[in-house]
């Protein structure tokens, strides 16, 4: 088994940077949804589950820890880190809320003439990162602006057989992966606690639920009128009322992931 795909998503909810290298640690890969848009009134998160217009924006994490946002038709714009105790903002997403440092109102006022809506971009320094939910992983595990969990594992035979349900391909950036593995059976990841990537060990922590976000392509942001993959997944990904597919991660120190690396099961 390899490693055959990485993918950092400098904001969240917006489009994917594909890479070839990344550091990792405690808070998944080096850059992965440190940003963040939020509802200018209330700090309420922002996805594509309701705002599908966040996955026509292109975000670069530059190597200082900055963005560059781009969208087509507008002027690109770099956006600086900002002090990580100044200008601090309340957000929520999901259950959390904490109080994290606003980028400014360059920033805001590009992403709100894009989505027609008043919004706030903000940035999670380390020091602010999220615990992982309620009985999973350790005290030292962190998250910025994921859903919960640090980093996200695909198998690449398991969106295989879910094409071939289907009855057409799905692209893999429906899931908004970080790792992608290849070699492996269809869902033997399910059955995975512990693997080790490289010298990096990794712990399996719990299945991924998935949401309508699936069913948006993500090179158009059009919604698939028969609801698919999620339609079929429902026949066979479905336990307690929560679709399945794909498995929640957390890292074990600090290091760097290669496409390609060998995969070796530990647990």
Same mark, same amino acid.
């Given at each position: 088994?390899?490693?055959?795909?990485?993918?950092?998503?400098?904001?969240? $909810?917006?489009?994917?940077?594909?890479?070839?290298?990344?550091?990792?640690?405690?808070?998944?890969?080096?850059?992965?949804?440190?940003?963040?848009?939020?509802? *200018?009134?209330?700090?309420?998160?922002?996805?594509?589950?309701?705002?599908? +217009?966040?996955?026509?924006?292109?975000?670069?994490?530059?190597?200082?820890?900055?963005? /560059?946002?781009? *969208?087509? +038709?507008?002027? $690109?714009?770099?956006?600086?880190?900002?002090?990580?105790?100044?200008?601090?903002?309340?957000?929520?997403?999901?259950?959390?809320?904490?109080?994290?440092?606003?980028?400014?109102?360059?920033?805001?006022?590009?992403?709100?003439?894009?989505?027609?809506?008043?919004?706030?971009?903000?940035? @999670?320094?380390?020091?602010?990162?999220?615990?992982?939910?309620?009985?999973?992983?350790?005290?030292?595990?962190?998250?910025?602006?994921? =859903?919960?969990?640090?980093?996200?594992?695909?198998?690449?035979?398991?969106?295989?057989?879910?094409?071939?349900?289907?009855?057409?391909?799905?692209?893999? /950036?429906?899931?908004?992966?970080?790792?992608?593995?290849?070699? *492996?059976?269809?869902?033997?990841?399910?059955?995975?606690?512990?693997?080790?990537?490289?010298?990096?060990? /990794?712990?399996?922590?719990?299945?991924?639920?998935? @949401?309508?976000? #699936? #069913?948006?392509?993500?090179?158009?942001?059009?919604? $698939?009128?028969?609801?698919?993959?999620?339609? #079929?997944?429902?026949?066979?990904?479905?336990?307690? +009322? =929560?679709?399945?597919?794909?498995?929640?991660?957390?890292?074990?120190?600090?290091?760097?992931?290669?496409?390609?690396?060998?995969?070796?099961?530990?647990?």
């Amino acid at each position: 088994m390899i490693l055959s795909a990485l993918y950092r998503y400098p904001v969240k $909810s917006v489009q994917a940077q594909s890479l070839q290298a990344s550091a990792v640690g405690s808070m998944g890969l080096e850059g992965d949804r440190r940003w963040m848009v939020v509802e *200018a009134d209330n700090g309420r998160f922002l996805t594509q589950r309701a705002w599908p +217009g966040l996955g026509l924006i292109h975000a670069d994490y530059l190597a200082d820890g900055s963005l /560059l946002l781009a *969208a087509a +038709g507008r002027a $690109s714009l770099q956006v600086a880190v900002p002090p990580a105790d100044e200008a601090l903002r309340g957000v929520t997403i999901w259950r959390d809320t904490l109080r994290v440092p606003d980028a400014g109102d360059e920033a805001a006022a590009w992403l709100s003439e894009l989505l027609g809506k008043p919004v706030r971009l903000v940035h @999670c320094p380390a020091p602010r990162a999220r615990y992982l939910p309620s009985g999973y992983g350790l005290a030292s595990d962190r998250a910025a602006f994921p =859903d919960g969990f640090p980093l996200l594992l695909i198998g690449q035979a398991s969106l295989d057989e879910l094409s071939r349900r289907v009855g057409r391909p799905m692209q893999m /950036l429906r899931f908004r992966p970080n790792l992608v593995v290849e070699g *492996a059976e269809a869902f033997a990841e399910d059955q995975w606690k512990r693997i080790r990537i490289g010298a990096m060990t /990794l712990r399996v922590l719990k299945p991924s639920v998935r @949401c309508i976000l #699936t #069913t948006l392509d993500p090179a158009t942001g059009e919604r $698939s009128p028969d609801r698919e993959p999620l339609t #079929t997944l429902k026949t066979f990904r479905e336990k307690e +009322g =929560d679709v399945l597919f794909g498995q929640n991660l957390a890292v074990d120190g600090e290091g760097e992931l290669q496409v390609g690396m060998a995969v070796e099961v530990l647990e």
